[in-house]
């Protein structure tokens, strides 16, 4: 299938980004961790992004509204406008006569919730990696914050998958650095979350990427929040201090391709150490 075909469709139902990944580029991956696993026919990975506008994290930024992003940038984002798209595309897939499985970007972390049903495979449900599935789409890299980075938005996107058994021309893997990976950037987090640095790989890819304390982001106050999806999954951070300091560091150094007249840190970022249940202030 043509994939110049698919990308044309998927952003006329309102994909800002598009990437496919022929199967192979998961051999590496265990039985369930692995698009076969749930498709066994699956020839194609297609992942399928929609941005989160900048002005979503305006209230954030500003410590003054945090429901918009919570909506526009988490749920409402998710759940209706990119999984409307993610099911088009699927569809036009089937139009075209190829089976299509869409998948909504669930954590990877939720365990098991069955037991195994056929020898051989594992317990359902099977949880995909969808960061890992984008860089193997040549869709973006995972940055030093651990943030799923785009050359054109960086962090600021959602994404969500579709198995084809269509066989589609690939995207080539990202081959440019978006992020400098540099232990700098340990300084965005006023909780010293980055206790660490390590090397990932996927597909042959090499990314400087810091160990993360989870827990610390679970009591962050700067705009992280529980995952959207499952408790199990790690804190929502696309609209914390640190995605929001990576953001401004990589529109002022150019890094990323999509441009506004001002630029996004006007002032001091405002951030709290402390936990702080705003409910009771």
């Known amino acids: 299938m043509n994939s110049n075909e ?7 139902r309102g994909a800002d980004l ?20 749930i498709f066994p026919e699956t020839k194609s990975v297609v992942i399928i ?3 989160i506008t900048r002005g979503t994290l305006r209230g954030a930024e500003e410590g003054t509204n945090f429901g918009n992003y919570v909506l526009y940038g988490g749920d409402w984002l998710n759940n209706r406008f990119l999984a409307m798209t993610t099911f088009e595309v699927a569809e036009y897939l089937e139009d075209n006569g190829w089976e299509a499985v ?14 195994t049903v056929r020898k051989g495979q ?14 193997r789409a040549g869709v973006g890299e995972i940055g030093y914050c651990g943030f799923l980075l785009t050359p054109t938005y960086g962090p600021r996107q959602r994404i969500q998958m579709i198995l084809t058994d269509a066989v589609i021309e690939p995207t080539p893997l990202l081959d440019k650095a978006i992020c400098p990976g540099r232990g700098e950037c340990k300084a965005l ?19 400087k990427v810091a160990d ?16 959207f999806s499952h408790p199990a999954g790690k804190p929502d951070r696309l609209a914390s201090v640190c995605a929001r300091s990576c953001v401004d560091f990589l529109e002022k150094s150019g890094r990323i391709s999509n441009r506004f007249a001002a630029p996004f840190r006007k002032r001091e970022a405002w951030t709290i150490k402390e936990n702080i249940d705003f409910y009771k202030v």
Not at 20 to 35: N, Q, T, V
Not at 122 to 134: E, G, K, R, S, W
Not at 192 to 206: S, T
């Open 102 to 115: 869409p998948l909504p970007n669930l954590p990877p972390e939720v365990p098991p919730m069955g037991v």
């Open 122 to 135: 594992p317990p359902p449900n099977v949880m995909l990696d969808f960061d890992d599935a984008a860089v």
């Open 18 to 37: 598009v990437g496919i990944a022929a199967i192979e580029r998961f051999d590496e991956l265990p039985p369930e961790k692995h698009p076969r696993t």
């Open 6 to 12: 698919i990308k044309k469709y998927a952003k006329e």
């Open 49 to 51: 992004g929609r941005r």
């Open 212 to 227: 993360v304390d989870y827990s610390k982001c679970a009591q962050c106050k700067n705009g992280a929040c529980a995952n």
């Open 189 to 207: 987090c006023p909780l010293e979350a980055f206790v660490g640095e390590k090397e990932q790989v996927i597909a042959g890819k090499r990314m």
